[in-house]
């Protein structure tokens, strides 16, 4: 299999994971969409025939049979009449095109009630915090494992071992309540959630230091909770390869450790900091649920908390196709850097 085949066959594969899991997601919800139309439909039938002045002199009879006939047409028009495997093949569809139609209940700050209009207006919001966030740990979590790896029982490698173990079991909303509690009412530097303050400042420019007064403190608790992780697994990792033969190679042939370290040690150490990274970078995008709710900012996971909370289906498939979008994407991205960075990957691609 060539380069070129193995790409298209990598992308296909891709493809037809994210239509399964989107089939699976549009059969489990199929029903309690189809109920809410269904709702939809005669409740607008009732105010169109029993509630219109219009048909007042028709006789009850007459009504019903009136309120039949536009509710026939109106599960035509929506294509309820259709077989099932039809209606979740269509809607499944609709999906991978960014179809997903209009929300039921919830509404963009316009007022659009496209769905994706309300979730391209919260993806920006949580890119801002939880992306950065992410970026942020990587840097500090690899630097510090780097330095923790060439001073093995250091003191800055024993408080980064213990530090790791410490945040690794604490659950991030939890973390974010303490903060809440600590920063916001015991010493009130920072608010205590939401994105910007109310009123919103009207200058550009103090809206922007607005913005970021605001994300400071859930900025501040994701790096907390998570950079000693990084830094333990990046400590764990160049460790393995700082045993292996070339190195000690490398040094009896007096490269200095710098150009030893961050010239091959790193190289090869790359693709599983690699995984990591661009998975932990794609699957900010999605937010937390929980912890943009604890914060009370609106991005992607506080809307999918909302949307849950109000039954509001096509929202909840459409922030599930996203998702399971980002991660696809992430492993179809991640096997061709590996075929860049491990020449081990490309065993049995013939050129």
């Given at each position: ?39 939809e ?20 009879e007459?009504k019903?049979?009136?309120?039949e ?17 039809i ?46 966030g992410?970026?942020?740990t ?31 079991a ?37 809206y ?14 994701f ?6 992780g ?101 492993v ?20």
């Amino acid at each position: 299999m060539g380069v070129a085949s193995y790409a298209v066959f990598r992308v296909a594969n891709a493809l037809v994971i994210l239509f399964l899991v989107i089939l699976i997601t549009a059969v489990m919800m199929n029903k309690y969409m189809e109920d809410t139309i269904l709702a939809e439909i005669r409740e607008r039938v009732a105010n169109e025939v029993f509630r219109n002045p219009q048909y007042i002199n028709l006789s009850p009879e007459e009504k019903r049979e009136l309120a039949e006939n536009l509710t026939q047409y109106y599960i035509r028009l929506r294509g309820l009449d259709r077989p099932y495997i039809i209606r979740v093949l269509y809607r499944a569809v609709d999906a991978m095109s960014l179809n997903f139609g209009n929300a039921q209940t919830l509404k963009s700050a316009s007022g659009s009630t496209n769905v994706a209009d309300i979730v391209l207006e919260a993806l920006p919001r949580t890119i801002l915090l939880f992306t950065t966030g992410t970026i942020i740990t990587i840097i500090v979590g690899i630097l510090l494992g780097l330095k923790a790896a060439t001073n093995v029982a250091s003191l800055l490698d024993r408080a980064i071992s213990t530090f790791a173990m410490f945040t690794y079991a604490l659950p991030m909303w939890w973390v974010g309540m303490l903060f809440i509690f600590y920063f916001s009412y015991v010493i009130e530097i920072f608010p205590s959630g939401g994105m910007v303050s109310i009123p919103p400042p009207e200058d550009p420019i103090a809206y922007a230091l607005d913005v970021l007064y605001h994300l400071a403190l859930p900025l501040i608790t994701f790096v907390f909770v998570n950079f000693g992780g990084w830094s333990y697994a990046t400590r764990s990792i160049v460790l393995n390869v700082l045993t292996e033969d070339f190195v000690n190679t490398a040094r009896a042939k007096g490269l200095p450790e710098r150009k030893i370290l961050y010239g091959h040690v790193l190289r090869t150490a790359s693709p599983p900091i690699v995984t990591s990274t661009t998975l932990a970078i794609l699957g900010s995008i999605g937010g937390a649920i929980i912890t943009e709710a604890v914060f009370n900012w609106p991005g992607l996971g506080r809307l999918f908390y909302v949307a849950i909370l109000n039954g509001d289906m096509p929202v909840v498939l459409g922030l599930t196709y996203i998702s399971t979008f980002l991660y696809v994407f992430a492993v179809l991205v991640l096997d061709f850097v590996y075929m860049v960075l491990d020449p081990r990957v490309r065993v049995g691609i013939r050129r």
